[in-house]
């Protein structure tokens, strides 16, 4: 069956380091895989996508990679802050592309 | 431009009874899904509707049902409510012609069964 793992309920940095979280999927072949952000008691917002042909995105301290083979994206904050706080999703698209499946998510902690 | 709207924010119900879920889309966009949030756990797909049939579902019971309305609104009904049914029911719009299938998520409406 389909299945969306995040590497880790949770992940403590301290702050001005880089904070790398994992997604890995099996039994999908998706055609690209986006990134949530979700606040306690909000609903998530978007942050990147990346389409299964592209290796790596990038927007401002946030990057994003996807390897097809490995079946993995990680997604990397740079320069963290404890704004940066937060459970971070990541989804993939079932079918007709409207349709995604989210991962369990991360919360990240930033320690000042 | 007002985003996704959800009401009501939050509801309380007992067990058996029937609850509604209202949402109204982010100006331009046609297509509505729905997803219920336990805590602690991801969003999971409930259905989703576009040109007021429901296009997809995922795999909830018939008790969970849905519609969409010709301005786009969307409602989710749920009947003979479970405790299992406590969660955080999201609705996330979004555009068909869109290249990114970006959602855009109201800030939820948490339901509580008794």
């Known amino acids: 069956s389909q299945k969306i793992e995040q590497n880790s309920e949770a992940l403590n940095i301290q702050e001005g380091k880089t904070a790398t979280l994992t997604c890995n999927y099996t039994n999908y072949s998706p055609a690209y895989l986006q990134w949530y952000r979700q606040d306690p008691g909000r609903g998530p917002v978007f942050l990147l996508l990346?389409?299964?042909?592209?290796k790596e995105k990038r927007k401002e301290r946030l990057k994003v990679t996807f390897d097809t083979t490995l079946k993995q994206s990680l997604f990397h904050i740079t320069a963290s802050q404890p704004a940066d706080s937060a459970t971070y999703l990541c989804?993939?698209?079932?079918?007709?592309?409207?349709?995604?499946?989210f991962g369990p998510g991360t919360r990240l902690s930033v320690l000042p | 431009d007002a985003g996704v709207t959800q009401s009501p924010t939050h509801l309380i119900k007992t067990r058996g009874q029937q609850v509604t879920l209202r949402c109204s889309p982010k100006?331009?966009?046609?297509?509505v899904s729905w997803y219920q949030q336990a805590l602690g756990q991801g969003p999971q797909f409930i259905f989703q509707y576009y040109e007021e049939e429901e296009r997809q579902r995922g795999n909830f019971p018939d008790r969970f049902s849905g519609h969409q309305f010709p301005n786009y609104s969307s409602e989710l009904n749920v009947n003979a409510l479970l405790l299992g049914d406590s969660a955080l029911y999201l609705c996330?719009?979004?555009?068909?012609?869109?290249?990114?299938?970006?959602?855009?998520f109201g800030e939820g409406s948490r339901l509580t069964v008794l």
């Open positions: 996330a719009s979004s555009w068909t012609g869109g290249r990114t299938g970006e959602l855009f």
């Open positions: 990346i389409r299964e042909n592209e």
């Open positions: 100006s331009g966009h046609d297509t």
């Open positions: 989804a993939l698209d079932g079918n007709y592309g409207q349709n995604f499946v």
